[in-house]
């Protein structure tokens, strides 16, 4: 089903992804297996993606735009209600992922792209506070860098290579998720793959 042009994402939509992973065999070592996450991971961003775009355009004001974000907050941070431990820590790496996404659409929405350093820069400084449990300058570190892929800059896929598996590596995640979004902000249909 596909969300009406009014409404930038649904909770149905999310569900579906929720329904759509409880149904499957996931086995995290199988790329094929694990597409879903991403598929779910990169259709909230498009969402996100377009709200950006539409407040750019002056289609929503700030506040409606914060209205909208917090939507989608609201419904992709919503416990699945399965029980397979594997899956749930899965879909909360999808959330984690999608939480930097909001977080910088919402600093870019009412503060502009960050101008004090470069990407580079931000992801270099996130790990190092990410290095001494700074988890939170870390975060604020990828959100400004989340601000200028939304400006139109770009997350090169190797500035994430030589981290470990953390918040930070988690966050960069979402915003090459976000960056794929803000270039072609396509809808991901939910049953793509289904049989």
């Known amino acids: 089903m596909s969300t009406p042009p009014t409404e930038y994402y649904s909770a149905e939509r999310w569900q579906n992804w929720i329904d759509r992973v409880e149904a499957e065999d996931v086995d995290a070592e199988d790329e094929d297996s694990m597409r879903v996450f991403d598929l779910m991971q990169d259709d909230a961003a498009i969402a996100v993606a377009k709200i950006v775009s539409a407040t750019d355009d002056d289609e929503l004001d700030e506040e409606a735009a914060s209205e909208k974000i917090n939507e989608i907050g609201d419904i992709v941070f919503t416990e699945p209600e399965f029980d397979d431990e594997d899956k749930l820590f899965l879909v909360g790496s ?7 996404v909001l977080h910088a659409a919402m600093e870019y929405i009412h503060a502009g792209a960050a101008d004090e350093a470069s990407i580079p820069e931000y992801v270099s400084a996130a790990a190092e506070a990410e290095a001494e449990e700074d988890i939170e300058s870390a975060r604020g570190y990828l959100v400004k860098a989340g601000t200028l892929i939304i400006d139109g800059e770009e997350l090169s896929p190797e500035l994430g290579e030589e981290l470990e598996y953390g918040p930070v590596a988690q966050w960069l ?15 991901v249909e939910e049953d793509e793959d289904a049989e």
């Open 94 to 100: 999808v959330q984690e992922s999608l939480s930097i």
């Open 173 to 187: 995640n979402g915003l090459a998720s976000l960056q794929s979004a803000m270039e072609d902000p396509e809808v």
